[in-house]
């Protein structure tokens, strides 16, 4: 692409943005995510169906190649993720997650693991039985991609319900990192199915724990000298360039190194979050450091949401689409179930939990653009249009559904 035509693109897609949201807050009033995902959504329906009519005027094969020129994958991977986790990181307390630490833990890791084995072992018995032939590896690779809960969709989320604070902590802290945990897995699956790496528990052990403990080893490294060189000086200017510096530069470098670039996005934001802010900053910087973040966090969790809901252009839609996706929405769901209740309930044992935590965390635990953006990244495998449908329709489900009546099932279950 050229640099007139990538600014074409951009301009497009940010005046639709502000157009969208415009429209939700003049007159649907949703969540800005919602409303954004919700309105794409119509608009792409409406494409198909105008295009389904009118043949000649080639709407889907024009979306569809813009779409494809914006590549999802790459624009959120190698992009925008590290400017969302930080911003995200960046205001969540730190305290509350330090307190919930053993349960944030083991929902962000034997959660995980226990999601993605549930959900790739039931969807390739669904398969099966339905006389559609996808070996167990994709499935579990399907699996690890849907299990973490997106911290962009979650956050977003979580700003507009009213979530007590013990479980809001839980659900943002798991968040954050459950989803690097979630990438590792998931391209440890893609390389074991595709058979770049040998299958033994010593590599894989030590592949994981070189992405997630050299990510978050990274990031705390990174954020300390930023902090460091944010408490020598008091200027707000520069000051907000570091933090940007940091961001990109140290997500740079986790990709060079094979480290969890998320997982270092997550430590790096909670240090300058919390520990910079109070004791590196004075009053004026950390009012534009947060301004400058919360703005540049809500420009592209609109672009994020905004190409979610066009997304729905690329899928071929037929009847066993159809019915995959309807069965991988209630499979997701009871998995969910089942890998909070387990460490929730042996937890309990210990230490004292909020009732309702369970059905609140499992109704709270939203996908969003990473998954769609890991299913869009997958090699040329058998059920890779089952696996990519599925993704997509349990995102849709968990942003519309699950975002709009969250609240609903915190009333019904918090005592």
Not at 50 to 79: K, N
Not at 131 to 137: C, D, E, F, N, R
Not at 182 to 187: K, L
Request: proline share 3%; charged share 15%.
């Amino acid at each position: 692409m050229t640099v007139a035509s990538i600014f074409n693109l951009v301009a497009l897609i940010i005046t639709l943005a502000a157009v969208f949201g415009w429209v939700n807050h003049r007159w649907l009033k949703l969540p800005h995510s919602i409303g954004l995902v919700l309105i794409a959504l119509i608009v792409s329906i409406v494409t198909l169906l105008v295009d389904g009519l009118f043949p000649g005027l080639l709407l889907e094969a024009t979306v569809r190649e813009t779409l494809t020129e914006i590549e999802f994958h790459d624009t959120l991977m190698r992009g925008m993720l590290s400017f969302l986790l930080f911003a995200g990181a960046l205001h969540v307390d730190l305290n509350p997650l330090l307190d919930r630490r053993w349960a944030i833990a083991s929902l962000a890791t034997i959660g995980i693991v226990t999601s993605t084995a549930i959900i790739g072992g039931v969807s390739f018995y669904a398969l099966q039985w339905a006389g559609l032939a996808v070996p167990l590896s994709y499935c579990l690779v399907f699996g690890a991609l849907i299990s973490p809960t997106d911290p962009i969709a979650v956050l977003s989320i979580l700003k507009h319900a009213r979530v007590p604070e013990t479980l809001e902590a839980k659900i943002a802290g798991e968040s954050l990192f459950n989803d690097g945990v979630g990438i590792v897995m998931f391209t440890i699956l893609v390389a074991l199915a595709t058979g770049e790496e040998a299958l033994t528990f010593i590599g894989v052990t030590t592949l994981f724990a070189r992405e997630a403990v050299g990510g978050a080893l990274l990031g705390f490294l990174a954020g300390y000298f930023a902090y460091r060189a944010m408490r020598a000086i008091d200027e707000h200017n520069l000051e907000v360039m570091i933090t940007l510096s940091l961001v990109m530069s140290t997500y740079a470098l986790a990709s060079i190194i094979h480290v969890s670039g998320p997982i270092a996005m997550v430590v790096a934001g909670l240090l300058i979050g919390n520990h910079g802010t109070r004791f590196a900053m004075s009053e004026v910087t950390r009012d534009h450091v947060e301004k400058f973040w919360s703005l540049l966090d809500e420009v592209l969790n609109s672009l994020l949401f905004l190409a979610i809901g066009f997304e729905v252009v690329a899928l071929t839609f037929t009847a066993d689409v159809v019915g995959i996706v309807a069965a991988a929405i209630p499979i997701v769901l009871i998995a969910r179930f089942i890998s909070v209740g387990i460490p929730i309930r042996v937890l309990g044992i210990w230490q004292e939990f909020t009732t309702g935590a369970i059905p609140v965390l499992t109704w709270g635990g939203l996908r969003g653009g990473i998954s769609v953006a890991l299913a869009l990244s997958l090699p040329d495998l058998p059920g890779r249009d089952y696996i990519l449908a599925a993704t997509y329709g349990v995102v849709v489900f968990s942003i519309l559904v699950q975002g709009l009546t969250i609240e609903r099932v915190v009333r019904a279950t918090v005592r």
